[in-house]
């Protein structure tokens, strides 16, 4: 859901989204509730296949973000060269925005398992993260944080 969630809000043409798991199941689609939720902002799934992470993915990226913390530290052991780049996607739009990390409060909770409310609770939280780094990129013109601004 983030990955076409920051297609839609940033743009193609601003920078190049995708989204991978470590624990994946290649090929495999989005759920039914995932495509239902995003279906209400006018997003088609049906598409999405689950990619792998891989090494060669995370040498291409400027920019690694995790739901959880749980995966960002996972993520770290397994990749730990690739440690200035990864974030939660929280604590890097709380560093944008120049405010301080709440580490109790960094995870974005997996929906996968629950019903569509709970999609839709996480597409919500999402699209609110992925506006605000919308906004700070149209007041800057550029990925700054409110600091370096």
Same mark, same amino acid.
């Given at each position: 859901m983030a990955e076409a969630l920051a297609r839609r809000y940033l743009g193609d043409d601003q920078v190049d989204v995708f989204s991978a798991g470590l624990f994946a199941i290649e090929g495999e689609s989005a759920s039914p509730e995932a495509q239902l939720v995003l279906e209400e902002e006018g997003i088609d799934l049906s598409g999405h296949r689950a990619r792998i992470l891989t090494q060669e993915m995370l040498d291409q990226s400027? *920019? &690694? =973000? #995790?739901?959880?913390?749980? @995966? %960002? $530290?996972? =993520? =770290? !052991? =397994?990749?730990?060269? @690739?440690? %200035? %780049?990864? +974030? #939660? *996607? %929280?604590? +890097?739009?709380? !560093? *944008? $925005?120049?405010?301080? &990390?709440?580490t109790d409060n960094e995870d974005i909770p997996d929906p996968f398992g629950y019903d569509v409310s709970v999609y839709a609770k996480t597409r919500d939280e999402l699209k609110t993260l992925i506006l605000d780094v919308q906004n700070i990129q149209k007041k800057h013109g550029e990925w700054k944080s409110e600091a370096e601004a």
């Amino acid at each position: 859901m983030a990955e076409a969630l920051a297609r839609r809000y940033l743009g193609d043409d601003q920078v190049d989204v995708f989204s991978a798991g470590l624990f994946a199941i290649e090929g495999e689609s989005a759920s039914p509730e995932a495509q239902l939720v995003l279906e209400e902002e006018g997003i088609d799934l049906s598409g999405h296949r689950a990619r792998i992470l891989t090494q060669e993915m995370l040498d291409q990226s400027d *920019l &690694i =973000l #995790t739901m959880t913390r749980a @995966h %960002k $530290k996972m =993520l =770290l !052991s =397994l990749y730990p060269d @690739h440690g %200035k %780049k990864v +974030w #939660t *996607l %929280k604590g +890097w739009v709380a !560093s *944008l $925005k120049g405010e301080a &990390i709440d580490t109790d409060n960094e995870d974005i909770p997996d929906p996968f398992g629950y019903d569509v409310s709970v999609y839709a609770k996480t597409r919500d939280e999402l699209k609110t993260l992925i506006l605000d780094v919308q906004n700070i990129q149209k007041k800057h013109g550029e990925w700054k944080s409110e600091a370096e601004a």
